[in-house]
């Protein structure tokens, strides 16, 4: 008990001085091996050699790379020239465009950092422009930016896939059903709430001139997850084929991008990984460890006595993820809280891939609420606005994806349909 308290005052105090998750977890595995273990440090190294020993860690630098070379070049701007033409004579169509557009480039990008920033600095100026009202603006692109983490295919998922052992194609396919249920629900809103901006008229001219100039772009979704789901390749392999695709496209049939731009693109992508890989190797080493000392069956055990419902587990889970997402970045709580729920989940008859969709989408609500919600602090940057008035921009989207979380949680056909 008394060592237990240690390792808890220790995290919080290191997250006190605000050190970062590499150095936190550092401590925490070298004090858990020490205290709980046989005191061999020097299997940390060996468990994170073992653990970086995986094909699928391959596809997260290669879709970080495809979505920066996307962002960098002409793919997202003529996504959305396509997305503004066919939304136009509906009222309120440019916010429609503007969400569809989030949604298309998380699709090839699986980024929703990269999407808010590719997307919105484009749109944001466009809908001011053509009357809607800023708050509208900031909440529908923050909120739409955050699809890239449940539109797959989606970093995140990933990184749970990776941490529980389940099927990344699977947790693709599963979340199609939940991403259309929340487009559809800002979509909607964004209907209602534009009802009174006129529409504007529609060209056959301009929706078929968009349609050729963004068709490549277009059939990247087309090519990367029909590939995934028809089995023709690895979640992996559709990662390369995303960075030989992006890299083909911009530099040889746009031609918007050079070879002294790709080298920048790449270098940026690698210092990102940098920071990112060792995390997530040290991260996996302290889940062997837990696992070999049997933590989750503890807590299976000692939570079994307090939770005695599958729907208490879920609302209660839902509150706690809530409440992580807040404080926590996504990566950072996946890696450390999927392994922990997962075994407790099975024990409520829980699915691991409808719980990897669940936690994903508790956290990507996290990206819409203060103090760190990343979206609302890149939204800052790239509107020039006030912290605050992009939180109070963002809150009627955040209820709106709360409601759309319960769909996802108490609906599990919906993300299972595909799956089984």
């Known amino acids: 008990m008394i060592a237990g308290l240690g390792l ?30 046989d005191g061999r440090v020097g299997n940390i190294v060996i468990d994170m050699w073992d653990a970086a020993n995986k094909e699928i860690l391959l596809s997260i630098p290669l879709y970080i790379l495809a979505g920066n070379i996307m962002a960098r070049g002409a793919m997202a701007t003529r996504l959305i020239r396509f997305m503004k033409a066919v939304s136009a004579p509906v009222p309120g169509g440019l916010a429609i ?8 480039f998380a699709a090839v990008s699986g980024s929703g950092t990269v999407t808010l920033i590719a997307v919105g600095a484009i749109m944001y100026p466009a809908l001011l422009e053509a009357g809607y009202s800023k708050s509208f603006a900031i909440g529908a692109l923050c909120a739409a930016g955050t699809l890239g983490i449940i539109v797959p295919p989606s970093i995140p998922l990933i990184l749970y896939g990776v941490m529980t052992q389940t099927s990344i194609a699977d947790l693709f396919i599963a979340g199609i059903g939940p991403s259309l249920i929340l487009i559809t629900l800002l979509t909607g809103y964004a209907l209602w709430r534009n009802r009174k901006i006129h529409a504007q008229s529609g060209s056959i001219i301009e929706t078929w001139s968009a349609l050729r100039d963004g ?7 087309v090519i990367i997850l029909g590939g995934i789901y028809s089995g023709y390749f690895t979640a992996t392999e559709s990662a390369a084929v995303a960075v030989v695709y992006a890299m083909l496209i911009e530099i040889c049939v746009y031609r918007e991008m050079g070879f002294t731009d790709l080298y920048d693109v790449i270098g940026q992508t690698t210092q990102l990984l940098g920071s990112l890989f060792p995390v997530l190797m040290l991260a996996l080493s302290l889940n062997i460890f837990l696992a070999y000392q049997q933590v989750p069956e503890l ?9 005695d419902s599958r729907m208490g587990f879920l609302l209660g889970m839902n509150l ?13 709580a996946i890696l450390i809280l999927a392994p922990m729920l997962q075994p407790i989940a099975a024990a409520q008859g829980i699915d691991s891939v409808h ?11 996290g990206y819409l609420t203060p103090p760190l919600g990343l979206n609302l602090i890149v939204a800052m940057t790239v509107f020039r606005e006030e912290f605050w008035t992009v939180c109070r921009a963002v809150v009627p989207f955040a209820l709106l994806m709360l409601i759309g979380l319960q769909i996802v949680t108490f609906w599990p056909g919906l993300s299972l349909a595909l799956v089984r």
């Open 355 to 365: 719980l990897g969709i669940i936690t994903v989408v508790n956290l990507e609500i």
């Open 215 to 221: 068709l490549w772009a277009l059939a990247m979704p």
């Open 8 to 37: 808890a005052f220790m995290v919080l105090a290191l997250l006190a001085i605000r050190q970062n998750l590499l150095v936190v977890l550092g401590f925490a595995t070298t004090y858990a091996i020490v205290v709980w273990g």
């Open 97 to 104: 465009a503007a969400i569809l557009s989030c949604a298309l």
């Open 320 to 332: 706690f993820l809530l409440a992580v997402g807040c404080v926590m970045d996504i990566g950072s």
């Open 299 to 307: 807590l299976i055990g000692g939570l079994g006595e307090v939770i």
